[in-house]
């Protein structure tokens, strides 16, 4: 028999942490970050800010640009991204500048065919090299221009177990949650 306790508490134990680290990967709205939100209304537009105050029913931001400050509650809203900084995309433009660059340069210094200077491989090659740095150095331009923020769904921060709200009128608010 403790063979069989022994194994239903592994298992408990490995259902507890599964349950655990599933809700891990979950990000969490933080004041002060940057956000896209996306209201529940049709043909809204996106809101771009910073998040300045922030509770488990309350999202208020600051609107990009000059804006004022507009207040949010979880059913009006459709979706919220929290901003995980520029993505650059430099290299891919470089590597594929290259890529294209080379691929024509021998193309062309291949189709040329032999001359009194090089034979037609080496037109090739030659022109390759020419060109595939060439075409590095327009796909780093590309890459500089078409690099844009990343941005990963969120949502707002669990409700607490008990929570003790004081409103602005001096009313006073007990809420209770259970997760099941």
């Given at each position: 028999m403790s063979i069989r306790r022994s194994t239903a508490c592994a298992a408990a134990l490995l259902i507890a942490c599964a349950s655990a680290l599933s809700a891990s990967d979950t990000t969490f709205v933080s004041q002060g970050a940057r956000?896209?939100?996306?209201?529940?209304?049709?043909?809204?537009?996106?809101?771009?800010?910073?998040?300045?105050?922030?509770?488990?029913?309350?999202?208020?931001?600051?609107?990009?640009?000059?804006?004022?400050?507009?207040?949010?509650?979880p059913g009006d809203l459709r979706k919220i991204e929290v901003s995980q900084g520029k993505k650059s995309n430099v290299g891919k433009g470089a590597w594929i500048g290259a890529a294209a660059g080379a691929v024509s340069g021998f193309i062309i210094g291949y189709a040329g065919g032999p001359n009194d200077v090089c034979t037609e491989l080496g037109c090739g090659a030659a022109l390759a090299a020419v060109f595939g740095a060439g075409g590095a150095l327009v796909g780093v331009g590309v890459g500089v221009a078409t690099s844009g923020e990343r941005w990963v769904e969120a949502e707002l921060p669990p409700s607490p177990p008990v929570a003790l709200n004081v409103g602005k009128d001096g009313s006073v608010r007990l809420a209770f949650s259970l997760r099941l």
């Open positions: 956000v896209k939100v996306f209201p529940s209304m049709e043909g809204t537009n996106p809101v771009i800010g910073e998040v300045v105050q922030l509770t488990y029913d309350t999202l208020v931001i600051v609107p990009e640009g000059n804006g004022s400050a507009q207040t949010f509650y």
